[in-house]
Every structure is written in C-alpha cells, then in structure tokens.
C-alpha cells in the first residue's frame, strides 16, 4: 500500500475510533491474501485503462491524487 494510502487508512481508523466506538470497519476486513488481492486489483485496473490515452490517464491520476487530498481534509475535520 502506497504512503498516502496508509495515512488514509490510518485517519479512517481514527474516526472509527472517535465516532463508532472501535467498532472495526467492514473496509479492512478481507478474505485472502492481501498482497495478492491488491495485485489482482492492479490487474483489473491496467486492463480497464489499456485503451486509454496517456492524457487520461494522467487526468485519471490526478484526479485520484485530488480525492486523496480531499478525504484526508474530511477526515481531519472530522477528528478536530
């Protein structure tokens, strides 16, 4: 899992811990091989973006780069 990722992961559990009383997110739980799961999504997502453009894919980067950045916003005001 990318940094930025972590971080996010990290302020969800945050908020559960504030506002769910703990309660573990269905989010985290998973049935397999995590680093397995997360290659066979890599997988799903290249074949998806095979025909695409190089200007969208890097519209698509930037945009996930931006909902990243504004999650991370939510969830901080969240926790203040």
């Given at each position: 899992?990318?940094?930025?990722?972590?971080?996010?992961?990290?302020?969800?559990?945050k908020?559960?811990?504030?506002?769910l009383?703990?309660k573990e997110?269905?989010?985290?739980?998973?049935?397999?091989?995590l680093?397995?799961?997360?290659?066979?999504?890599?997988?799903?997502?290249?074949?998806?973006a095979?025909?695409?453009?190089?200007?969208?894919?890097?519209?698509?980067?930037?945009e996930t780069?931006?909902?990243?950045?504004?999650?991370?916003?939510?969830?901080?005001?969240?926790?203040?």
């Amino acid at each position: 899992m990318a940094a930025a990722g972590r971080r996010q992961q990290e302020r969800i559990r945050k908020v559960a811990e504030k506002i769910l009383n703990n309660k573990e997110l269905e989010l985290y739980k998973w049935d397999g091989d995590l680093s397995e799961l997360l290659q066979n999504v890599r997988e799903k997502l290249n074949k998806v973006a095979e025909g695409w453009s190089r200007e969208e894919k890097n519209h698509c980067l930037e945009e996930t780069e931006r909902s990243f950045q504004y999650s991370g916003e939510i969830l901080h005001l969240i926790l203040s």
